[in-house]
């Protein structure tokens, strides 16, 4: 009998209020820079991360952004054309970009 | 100019150009500067924030004066977007399968009563921690050096399991899935493997951390602890466990955290060596939490450092203190703790001159590893295993 009460009591423990329900990750308002190019960004860099994901690699060459672009393309399969891949390029270089081209 | 003095300038010349793309791959202390956000995730406090698609929070500096890692204060690291926003504890199950006898599928009511409840005080740290001390930037997440914290971890071993499982003979590979899956159905899931020699008594399925639910950004309802290894290994809201014969090509483990498989594990920017292995066993390592940049304390005060050393379970020897930028050190005491555990240091200092002040911390392993000067970390294009000497500069009036 004590066995079986003491089971009755484990199967009561309850869950923290943030996760007993649906757990709402917050959204973050990032400040984005706009201009030329910023919709193939919208159309393409977004759907699997956030802005801020992107822009926390600090400023960098265009080889750089080209490469990351590349990268979503290869390794994770983003389904980017190749006018997007150089539109987006140009606009984390020009917004994002440290001047130099490598 | 003759001929040959032409020649010999223009090697000259090339040797110069040589030189500085060699030292082009530079490494200082990471970025210290972040303050936390005021956005508040999940049974979190407030903390450094980089990104809520995955989310990317970081421990600031403070929390390092303990050895013990507040569960509403340890970093989260996801790869994919797309967390499950809900988990029924009542239907949650992890399977095991693959080369096994009996296929199980165990409920967490089944975990927490059928087997054997084992407690393990562990670090647990990203590949990438401090990752800003690279430049030129090495691709990923720009952490500080709060991208680690140390938890006791209660569950059940996998060896547990995996012998109740039976695994067959030809079996040498398991293979760990989480419920974290990718936005886009061809983008390659986060999957990771491990050969079955490198299974011990310490790997287990952990429920628990610090003696509450795992909280559930760092992988509730059970998640993959293998003290020693880098987080990346640390599989969260594992939901499947597969033993097989032959490794399985899977692209985090065959791309991603991975370092130069030279003895230095170091390249350069301009010329990457061709071959990785992967980042597997932590280095020995300190961080201070105590005092932390720009701390203001007055002249002939009586200051306490307090910080946390580690390794990859070897244990820590010693914690070395440097009050004038590393040419004099002396031991800090040390406080006992488990092999895999923060191992918390403290110093007593009074500051006699006025102005600034760098303090820095060194650990040395029981082996005799000990940490680098900053700069003397040499760069990997990952940014990977940072360990230079931390430093904080605080300022005496």
């Known amino acids: ?98 001047g130099k081209e490598k | 100019m003759k001929r040959r003095d032409f020649l010999k300038a223009s090697l000259v010349a090339s040797a110069a150009v040589v030189g500085t793309s060699v030292s082009a791959g530079v490494t200082g202390q990471p970025i210290d500067s972040r303050k936390v956000s005021k956005i508040a995730f999940p049974e979190k406090k407030p903390l450094i924030t980089y990104s809520d698609r995955p989310p990317l929070l970081e421990t600031p500096r403070e929390v390092f004066t303990r050895g013990i890692t507040p569960n509403d204060e340890f970093f989260v690291r996801w790869h994919m977007p797309e967390i499950p926003t809900f988990i029924d504890v009542e239907t949650y199950r992890i399977k095991i399968n693959g080369l096994v006898e009996n296929e199980l599928s165990i409920s967490i009511a089944e975990l927490k009563r059928d087997y054997e409840q084992v407690e393990v005080t562990s670090v647990l740290q990203c590949g990438g921690n401090s990752r800003s001390a690279y430049s030129p930037v090495a691709g990923g997440v720009q952490w500080g050096s709060g991208a680690m914290g140390c938890a006791k971890w209660k569950g059940v071993r996998l060896k547990d399991i995996l012998n109740r499982a039976g695994v067959k003979k030809d079996a040498h590979w398991i293979g760990f899935n989480g419920s974290e899956t990718a936005a886009y159905y061809e983008t390659p899931n986060f999957v990771r493997e491990m050969h079955m020699d490198e299974l ?33 290994s640390w599989v969260k809201m594992l939901s499947n466990i597969t033993v097989t014969k032959e490794y399985q090509k899977l692209f985090f483990m065959d791309v991603a955290y991975r370092v130069p498989d030279n003895s230095c594990e ?41 910080g946390v050393a580690f390794d990859d379970g070897h244990g820590i020897r010693d914690v ?3 009050t004038d930028g590393g040419k004099n050190w002396k031991q800090a005491l040390l406080k006992d703790a488990d092999r895999y555990a923060f191992r918390e240091f403290r110093f007593a200092y009074k500051p006699t001159t006025y102005g600034k002040v760098t303090i820095m911390a060194k650990a040395i392993n029981r082996l005799g590893a000990e940490q680098p000067f900053a700069q003397d970390v040499k760069w990997n294009h990952g940014g990977y295993k940072y360990n230079g000497i931390d430093s904080v500069t605080i300022e005496v009036i």
């Open chain 1, 1 to 98: 009998m004590k066995k079986i009460i003491l089971l009755s009591i484990l199967a009561l423990t309850t869950l923290f209020a943030q996760v007993d329900e649906k757990v709402e990750i917050p959204y973050m308002p990032y400040e984005i820079k706009m201009g030329k190019g910023f919709d193939a960004i919208e159309a393409n860099c977004l759907m699997c991360h956030s802005f801020g994901y992107i822009i926390n690699q600090g400023p960098q060459s265009r080889q750089f952004w080209h490469e990351k672009v590349v990268k979503m393309i290869h390794h994770f399969k983003a389904p980017i054309s190749k006018e997007d891949e150089i539109t987006t390029t140009n606009y984390l270089f020009e917004h994002y970009g440290n």
């Open chain 2, 320 to 322: 070395l203190i440097s």
């Open chain 2, 200 to 232: 011990d008594d310490y790997v287990i399925l952990a429920y628990e951390m610090n003696g509450e639910d795992l909280p559930y950004l760092n992988g509730f309802p059970v998640r993959l602890v293998i003290p020693g290894h880098y987080s990346d």
């Open chain 2, 266 to 306: 170091c390249e350069t920017p301009e010329e990457k060596y061709k071959t990785t292995k992967p980042i597997t066993m932590m280095n020995v390592k300190s961080v201070i939490g105590y005092p932390t940049n720009n701390t203001v304390v007055a002249h002939n005060s009586h200051v306490v450092v307090r």
